[in-house]
């Protein structure tokens, strides 16, 4: 494992995202792709994904039985 | 797959088709955001060469990465064809979850209005497996328009702001007409399998790359998989057991783009049909114990590179390599948006599990990080899983790549060698 100070010797500062609504957070406020792909295509997209996890939640909490099995029916 | 969509034909014939559109007064479609869709030639071809065809299976990807289809029977697509329309569907068709349409107001999830599916006559293939039947071609998702007569009688240009398989399309261009540059993506999916019936046979050790593990049920499976998709055109390089509980990889071929993920969907699917006809259950879950990634492969090479030599070729990739990847990096976070839309997919971005690491960096050969340099211009993304929309998330990783090339982005991130 790499140190703290190394890590930050490489220029490694930035931590990717932690759960998806971190991710769409970060897509919603990024300029390049929202033009380059479409600001309503990607609107549309993070709120279709949003109601899609609260359906997965629905099935079940995380890492249970019922919640795998509606997923890996899907995915 | 043969893909030769106009617009990659040599931009002089695409400008020479531009001025001739221009001269032509009532046209008011936008020229700036629209394409041209042509390939009908390659689809009465492959209708010619292939007669025991009689239905086409007309399939789109929606957000959620769904495969969609409607089948026709070839009667009816040729009737519609020759009427110069296409198929009409109701416009939320990209925006279900199952059958459900999640109450939105907004486009194009709105249950009013039409859209249709544009065949991109060039993906057409045999469905992999049957006997010859049925045939795949993948659609647009928008709206269509003729050209005028004396142009072209089968051409249409085409408008799908909301669709992800043109959103890709729109990068491989940017990367053409900005850059001269194009590119290549491969997969390594990642899936788990395990046998239901009749009776599973003595189970093997699950050991990485084992010999009895493979040979315990999946060889025979993996090998009609293989065969079928070759048929299809999809080009699988090898597949193996992987290193968790009930895995096993398949590699796709380095493909332009749009191909290669098309390929990806063909594959994908044809794995899950092949292992359910043989008793076994294919499954895709990037959580424990199975953390089965879908590494992308993606390499940034010169326009047209069979015109190059390997010296010219290298002094090419060597110019943008650093920019592209430096592109890369600054938009991995919300890249991430597409890649791992589940809470799931982020129980691969802790350390030490040899999946993407926590952090944004890159490293020459490293698997502990989110992106693995393989080779001058050629990187193994390894953040996406199957739950990925695999065509946006290319799209932005080609449109932010080429955004670090355009501003010319200092790479401030030093090659990795350990894990964080």
Known sequence: MLTEAERLELGVTQELPLNPDEAFQALLTDELLMESIGEDLVRTYVTIQELYNKKLAEAGPEGSAERKAWLTARI | ?420
């Open chain 2, 1 to 420: 797959m043969n893909l030769k969509i106009y617009t990659q034909r040599p931009l002089t014939a695409r400008l020479d088709l531009k001025a001739t559109l221009l001269l032509h007064k009532p046209l008011a479609f936008r020229m700036d955001r629209s394409l041209i869709v042509d390939g009908y030639e390659t689809f009465t071809h492959f209708i010619k060469t292939h007669r025991s065809v009689q239905f086409a299976h007309l399939q789109w990807i929606d957000y959620t990465s769904t495969v969609r289809v409607r089948t026709l029977t070839l009667k009816h697509l040729e009737s519609l064809i020759k009427a110069g329309t296409n198929l009409a569907l109701c416009r939320h068709y990209l925006c279900l979850i199952d059958i459900g349409l999640p109450l939105i107001d907004r486009d194009p999830g709105r249950p009013a209005g039409q859209c249709h599916l544009i065949p991109d006559f060039e993906t057409i293939h045999l469905y992999p497996g049957t006997t010859g039947e049925h045939a795949v071609i993948f659609c647009y998702f928008g709206s269509g328009t003729r050209l005028p007569r004396g142009i072209s009688t089968t051409a249409l240009t085409l408008s799908a702001p909301f669709c992800p398989r043109r959103a890709l399309l729109r990068a491989i261009d940017q990367g053409r007409d900005e850059f001269n540059l194009s590119f290549r993506v491969g997969f390594e999916f990642e899936f788990s399998a395990v046998q239901t019936s009749p009776t599973p046979s003595p189970p093997e050790v699950h050991a990485s790359s084992g010999l009895r593990a493979i040979e315990a049920f999946m060889l025979p499976i993996l090998s009609t998989v293989t065969t079928r998709l070759a048929a299809a055109g999809v080009h699988i390089e090898q597949f193996h057991c992987e290193g968790s509980d009930d895995a096993y990889e398949l590699v796709t071929a380095h493909r332009p783009p749009l191909e290669a993920v098309d390929a990806l969907v063909t594959a994908k699917e044809t794995t899950r049909r092949t292992c359910r006809e043989n008793g076994v259950r294919m499954a895709c879950y990037p959580a424990p114990p199975e953390i089965n990634g879908l590494h992308t492969n993606v390499s940034v090479v010169p326009l047209d590179d069979e015109h190059y030599g390997p010296r010219a070729r290298q002094d090419v990739v060597a110019e943008v390599e650093e920019h592209f990847l430096a592109g890369v990096l600054a938009h991995l976070g919300a890249l991430c948006a597409f890649a791992m839309p589940r809470p799931e997919s982020y129980a691969r971005t802790v350390a030490g599990q040899w999946c993407a690491g926590r952090y944004v960096s890159w490293g020459t050969e490293n698997r502990e990080g989110p992106v693995r340099k393989r080779a001058p211009g050629l990187w193994e993304l390894r953040v996406p899983d199957a739950s990925a929309q695999m065509y946006l998330f290319v799209a932005g990783v080609l449109f932010a790549g080429m955004d670090g090339v355009r501003r010319g982005t200092e790479l401030t991130v030093s090659d990795c060698q350990g894990e964080f």
